[in-house]
Structures are given as structure tokens and as C-alpha cells.
């Protein structure tokens, strides 16, 4: 399995160095004519460079002398003042590498001079932080590590660079000027409650820097949302409104009488389920109580219901065990998956109290450490990072993101395992913590992935949970390898893979709304009728969803455009609010939040949505959808659906992603 681990920044950036300021020195050098062969070779070295993780500062230190050289003479970027902010997040995605560096240049240039370390003539520092600042509101969902599917599959070898150059500037030039959309934009991500929220964390702490700087520009209402979000992390409660720092906040709570603990607990509960995040003030509050032995504070500090009380009550010493390894600097949203996976309930199926007392025996393989520490750095404990990243999965089952990586069926399958079938989850944890691979069956024959091949995936996710980092390569692996024992069926894989890889409850019966030789749509009318005889109250005899079932869906940009095929998880059918039938459903993207054009732009809050959950009009919805599965209980008889709800959901998908493919369609 060691050929799974990457090498990404094995060498010091010092070694590539001295070959580089050659280069800028034969740029200097070069006639007007002969720079173009050396602009090329630089912006091949500095496309390196931005992927080291050190080089971005190599090259910032070195960007007035490549412009003096004459990196941008002959380009689009040689004038700067001309330059549109609008154009910077298109060019950003070509998959031209040069194109990409040079935009990355471009915008290094732009921070030298807002911060008056380089002066360009007819760009003031003032009008390049505004520049910047216009750049960082336009591309927000990348800062924010929430890319949408159109933008992860438009990903080119330079993303990843690019994303860390955006928190780069927006760590240096600030956050003012987009506080209004970022708190705004903050708050919605947290409302899905991702089990990854360090982005977020990073721009909590820029929005307190502006925030200190200036608070014009701000609503009564988004000031507040910002005062909410600071407060959640670096003052939940009375004793630490003033950030004291932990050691003093210690002596606090020791000089504290009871009815401050309360308040303190109370407190501490109420900032973690308003915002999703645990402060450190709360993991140290925590151990305080432990040490303590007050389970009373406790409960009330993880804002526990009855159901969630009774729960501890009945597996308290686990509970308390599962806690102690866990919940500590850094790992301190594992608290938030503990008070959910009590308020849930899983503690009373038989199988996971013994799994999760095994786990807390488990001593991880040194692979498992080994990636573990890439991840999260070389000091952390292994063993806590997993049990922690455990405790969130089955906590927040929806909060799962596959990151910068394609592997949504891995990213979909730990979801609806944590959300359905968490014995199961467990189950392959322990077999990758111990052995180094995980073993399936398909169709009979058994999967052994440390004797498979790559799949999608040929680096490890090192931007996921702790869970995703052991398991997803794996999974992977054996996606990829149930996908080449059917490759010669003639149909979808997923009609077989999604049963086998997923579990029984998944239905054995199969739609699809393409014929697989040709693309094209084939029978589409037929296929939206048994969509809503499946899945529509109205039409299924108002049969919920059982157990969560795999979909796809073919997802389209904000103009309707075709993107590629995107697995999701079709979670419940429910009317919202407004009384509109909506379909809710888990989408294993960091950001579920996406307009898919025409109109169809999908909710994660607002419309009934559970954290984690997105919806869309059940309309809209089905015309995205191309695949999905039914358990077959109510026969094979034609489906009786107005012809007129039909047509309206064919128009919508012709007019997006089928647009080139109605040649087979019923009715045509």
C-alpha cells in the first residue's frame, strides 16, 4: 500500500531556488525577442514553485524582479491597471498551466503593491487592494474550501496552489470590503454543519481583524451574525468573553461557584449548537467537568434532550471513555459528533457500544499513522484523531465532503454507512487501522484492496476527515474494481455496484434516463413517471423513503451547461413550509449550496432543510435526475402521472444537461 502515499512537497523549496534566479537572470538579460523562450521556462519553474508549500513566499519575494524582467511583456497581464477582477476566476480554472500561473503571478504582483512592497506605476496601493479585495468576493467559495461540483471537475494540476494563494491574500490584505457577504456566506456553510470547518474557522478570525478595524459597511443584522461567529470561538461564555487564554480561564472555573458552572454550561451548549463549532474554551471547560466528575455539567454543557441524556445515562463509562480520548485541542468538534450521536440513538443498536470500545483499544497500523500525521500534522495523536474524526462521521453524517478530490461514491458511501449502517462503518475502520486494506464481496468474489489498483483518486484526500483519509483510498480502489467486472454489460455499472458496494437496502431495481451506447435520452417520459410513482407522496401512496437510496444526477453551471454526472444520496420527500413538495437529498460536495441554471438554484436552509441536507422543488429536481433505484414493492404496472407535470419536467432537462441528447426520446 505504500505506493498510495504521495510525495507533494518531498523536497525543500531551497533546492529549486538557485535554478530559478538563474532563469530570472537570463530573463533580464534577454532581448526583447528572446524573452518569450525564457518567460516559458520560468512559468514552468514557477508553476512548480506554487505547488511546494513553501514556494508561494519564494515567489512573492522575487515578483518585482520577475516583472522588471519582464515576466508579463507581450501578455495579457502587461498592463495591470487594465486588468478586470471579473475575468481572474475563469482563468483561474483553465486547464492551460501557464495561463494559470500567469494569473497567479498577476495577483502576487497586485499584493506586493497593495502592501507597498513594490510600486507599479499606475496601480497605487489603494487601488490594488481593491483590486484584490474585488478577486476575493467573486471567488469566496474557494477561500472557503467550497468549491461547487462544476468547479471540482473543472480542476485543473494548479487548483489546489491557486486555493492556498486566495487565503494567502485574503490573509494579508483583509477582510474588509466583503464582511457583509463573507459573515453571510460563513453562516451558511456552518448551517450544514461540515465535519471539515478549519476554512471556516480562518475566516472567523479575518472577520474579527476587520471587524476590530472597522465596523462600516455592516448591517445591525450582519454585525451581529459576525459578533455570533467571534464570540463562538474565542468568547462563548461570561468567564472567557475576554479571551483570557486557557491557562487563565482554568483558574476561573476553579474559583467558580456552582451557579457560574451552570451558566458557563449552559452557555458553552448554546454557542456549539447555534454555529456548529466547539471553542477551545469548551474543550477545556470540558476536561474541567471530567476531572471534576460532574455529569450534570456535562450534559448541560453538550445541550443534550432527553433522548440524548437517557442515552448517556445508559452507556455513561463509554461515553466518558470515548470523551477523554477524543475532545482536546484540535479536536474539539468530536463533542459536537458525541452530543449527536446520543441525540440520535445509535448507542442502543447492539453492535456499536463493543465496536466502539474496540476502537478505543486499537492501536492504528504505522500506514494509518503515517497518514494521519500527513494530514494533521507530525505531533498529533493518531489514535485521538481517528476516534475523533469517527465521532463526528456518525454524529453528522451529512457533514462528510469528498474535498478537492473525485470520489463522490466513496464520499457517498461513508455518508449513508454513518447515516443507515454505522456497525458496518466501524467494521471497515477497524480493518484499515489494523491491516491496511478492507476486504468486500461482489457478486461472490471477494475484494481485497491492498491488491488493486488505483482508482479515481491517485492521491490520498489529505483536505477530508480523518475517516475519509483511511478509508476513501480503499474504497476507491474497489469502486474502480466492481466497476471493471461489469464494464462489458452493456448497461450502467451502478445498476450492480451501487447494491453491492452500499448494502441490501438499496433497491434492486434500476432507472435510467440515457440509453448508455449512445448517450442519449431514451424513454425519458417513462422515467420521470416512475421517479414519481417511486419517490412522490402523492403518486406512491405517501410511502416515505425507508432506508437513504443512491441517485446520480447530471449536474449543470448556472447557465444549464453540462457538467459531468454527480453521485448524491436522495434522503426524504417532504412538503416545505410554503407547501411545495421538495426533495431532500445529501450531495457529498464541501458545498452543497449550487445553481444548476434555469433557475434551479439548490437550498441548504430556508426551506425545512436539516443540517447537511439540500433540496430542490421535486420538479426541478427530477430534471437533473438521470439514475436512480426503487425497491420494486409496487410492480412493474405503468405509473398513471399527469402527461402536463411530465412535460414540464422534459422541457427543463432538455433545455440543460439533454440538450444534445433528444434523439431517442418517447414522443419526439
Known sequence: MTSMMTTQSAQPVELYLDKFDYLIEQLESASEIGKLTYQNRILDASARLLMHENGLQALSDRIQRMERAGIFTGTDWNAPASLMPGLVGNTLECNV???????????????????????????????????????????????????????????????????RLLRHIMETVGAQGILDRLVEEVWRILSQRPLQVNPVKSMIVQISVALNEDRNGLSDARIQGADRLISALFGPTQLCRDDPGIQLYRQRLSGADRGTLQAEALGMARAMHDTGLVSDYQVEFTHFVLDSEDSDLLTHSMGLSSTGLDALRSYQPLVLSLIRESVHLGTGQALLGMSQILERGILYSPPIAPSLWRLLATKPSEMSVALLQRAFGPDIDARRTLVAGLLQMLGQPLGVGQGNNPTCQSARALSMWALNDPDYLLWLIAQVSNNDRIVMHFEGGKLDSGELPAGLAFNIPLDADAVSILLVPHLDRIYAEMGRRVADRGEDPHKWINPELHGWWVGRMFFIAVDVATGLLHDYPRFVADFYQAYHPLYNGNEPIIHPQPAGVAVTDSSGAFVGWHAITLIRVALDQSGCMRVYFFNPNNDSGQDWGHGVVVSTQGHGELPGESSLPFEDFTSRLYIFHDDGLKGSQEPHIDPAIIEKVQQKAVGSWAAQRIALTAGT
Open 97 to 163: 498551466t501557464a495561463t494559470v500561473t500567469l494569473e497567479c503571478l498577476s495577483l502576487l504582483r497586485f499584493l506586493a503593491a497593495a502592501t507597498q512592497e513594490h510600486r507599479i506605476r499606475g496601480l497605487p496601493a489603494q487601488k490594488a487592494r481593491h483590486f484584490l479585495t474585488q478577486v476575493l468576493a467573486l471567488n469566496l467559495d474557494r477561500v472557503l474550501g467550497a468549491a461547487s461540483e462544476a468547479s471540482r471537475v473543472k480542476e485543473n494540476k494548479l487548483s489546489r496552489a491557486v486555493d
